[in-house]
C-alpha cells in the first residue's frame, strides 16, 4: 500500500530502525527493490530524481509505480522525488503521485551565505504549506554536501565549482538546523557530515575526520524527534568494485560510507539513507560479467535477469542491516 514518507519514518522512529531510500530509473531497478522487500518484509521507499523523471517519463514512473503497489499489496511503499530544486518539480511530483518530496534548496540557494540560508528556509517553507495541504511529506536539506578531504563541493549537487569550501561550511551547524526545521516544518532533515554523490566519495577507508558522524549526534540531541536523512550513503562495496574491474572495468579504487556507521546513525536519529551508487554498480558488474563471459549474447534480459537479481541482493542487504527487515 502507498503511505507517507511521514507515516514511514514515524514508524522506523518508533521502533529505532533505518529505511534505504533506492534510486530508480527503469522497471528493473523497481522489480529488484521490491523482491527484495517482500522477500525480507521491509517496507519501501523508492526515489526518482529529475534526472529519472525525464528519463523515464512521469507516466511511466506512475503506472509502474502502481504496478508495484498491485503486484506487491502487503509492502507499504513510498514514492520520494530526490533532490527536487523547485515548486514546479514538486508539485508535479505529487501530481504523478508521488506521497513525498525533497524540496532541495541548498541547490537553489548558496547555503553558505545568510542570504542563501533564508533562500532556503522561504523556499522549502512554501514547499512544505503546499505538499501538507494535499497530504505529502517533504524532506529539506541544510547544508552543503561535499569532501572533507578536499573541500570540494558535490559535483552532483551543482556546488563543485563554487571552490574550495572550508571544513564547517561542509557541515551542518546544529543550532541553524533547530531554526530550519521550525520555521520549514519539514518531514525529514537532509544534513551534511562529509558523504559526497556517487562512487568517489574517500580516497581511503573514512575516519572521524572525514566522516564527521558526530555532527548527526549533536543534531539529533536538539532535535530528537526530527527524522535525519543520509545522503551519499552508499558503501561501494570493494567486492562489487573487484568484480567491476575483473571484468574489464577501470574504476579506480575507492572507499565509500561503511554500513557500520550508518548503523551507528541510526541509533542517532537517521531515518531515511540514500542509495543509489551501490545499486548501478550491483548492475554494471552484471552487464560486464555477461558481456564478458558471453561474447555472443545479445537478448537483453539475458544482462537485465542477473543485474536485477545482484541489485536485490544488495537491497535485502542493506534492509536487514539497517533494520527495516520485519517491518512491513
Ligand atoms: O542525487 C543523485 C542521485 O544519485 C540521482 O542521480 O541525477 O544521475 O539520477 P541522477
Ligand atoms: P550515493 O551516490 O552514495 O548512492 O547517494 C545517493 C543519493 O544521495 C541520492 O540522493
Ligand atoms: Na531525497
Ligand atoms: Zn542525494
Not at 197 to 212: T, V
Not at 219 to 224: A, E, T
Not at 297 to 312: I, N, V
Request: aromatic share 6%; charged share 25%; proline share 4%.
Amino acid at each position: 500500500a502507498r503511505i507517507t514518507l511521514r507515516q514511514l519514518l514515524d514508524h522506523a522512529a518508533e521502533h529505532g530502525y533505518g529505511v534505504p531510500a533506492f534510486n530508480i530509473n527503469n522497471m528493473e531497478q523497481a522489480l529488484a527493490i521490491l523482491a527484495a522487500a517482500e522477500a525480507v518484509e521491509a517496507p519501501v521507499i523508492i526515489q526518482a530524481s529529475r534526472g529519472a523523471r525525464s528519463y523515464a517519463k512521469d507516466v511511466m514512473l506512475a503506472r509502474m509505480v502502481d504496478a508495484l503497489v498491485e503486484l506487491y499489496p502487503g509492502i507499504p511503499l513510498c514514492l520520494h522525488q530526490d533532490h527536487g530544486n523547485s515548486e514546479a518539480t514538486c508539485l508535479s511530483a505529487i501530481r504523478h503521485g508521488f506521497t513525498s518530496v525533497m524540496m532541495d534548496g541548498s541547490l537553489k540557494a548558496d547555503g553558505r551565505t545568510p542570504a542563501g540560508y533564508e533562500e532556503n528556509v522561504a523556499i522549502t517553507a512554501r514547499v512544505a504549506e503546499l505538499a501538507h495541504a494535499v497530504g505529502a511529506s517533504v524532506e529539506g536539506e541544510l547544508g552543503v554536501l561535499g569532501s572533507l578531504e578536499t573541500g570540494e563541493g558535490d559535483q552532483e549537487d551543482g556546488h563543485g565549482a563554487a571552490g574550495k569550501l572550508a571544513r564547517e561550511q561542509l557541515l551542518t551547524d546544529p543550532d541553524q538546523a533547530v531554526d530550519f526545521v521550525a520555521r520549514t516544518q519539514v518531514d525529514a532533515l537532509a544534513i551534511a557530515m562529509g558523504t559526497s554523490h556517487g562512487a568517489y566519495k574517500f580516497s581511503r577507508r573514512p575516519d572521524g575526520e572525514i566522516l564527521a558522524m558526530d555532527v548527526i549526534e549533536a543534531i539529533h540531541q536538539k532535535l530528537p524527534d526530527t527524522h535525519l536523512v543520509m545522503h551519499g550513503s552508499s558503501s561501494v562495496p570493494q567486492a562489487l568494485q573487484d568484480l567491476f574491474n575483473a571484468y574489464g572495468g577501470e574504476m579506480p579504487q575507492t572507499w565509500g560510507v561503511p554500513v557500520e556507521e550508518i548503523v551507528r546513525g541510526i541509533r542517532h536519529g537517521v531515518r531515511k539513507i540514500n542509495i543509489d551508487t551501490d545499486c548501478r554498480l550491483a548492475m554494471a558488474a552484471m552487464f560486464r560479467k555477461v558481456a564478458s563471459e558471453n561474447r555472443a549474447e545479445f537478448d537483453p534480459r539475458k544482462f537485465l535477469k542477473p543485474a536485477m537479481e545482484a541489485m536485490s541482493a544488495l537491497c535485502r542487504e542493506r534492509f536487514e542491516q539497517f533494520g527495516a527487515a520485519g517491518r512491513a
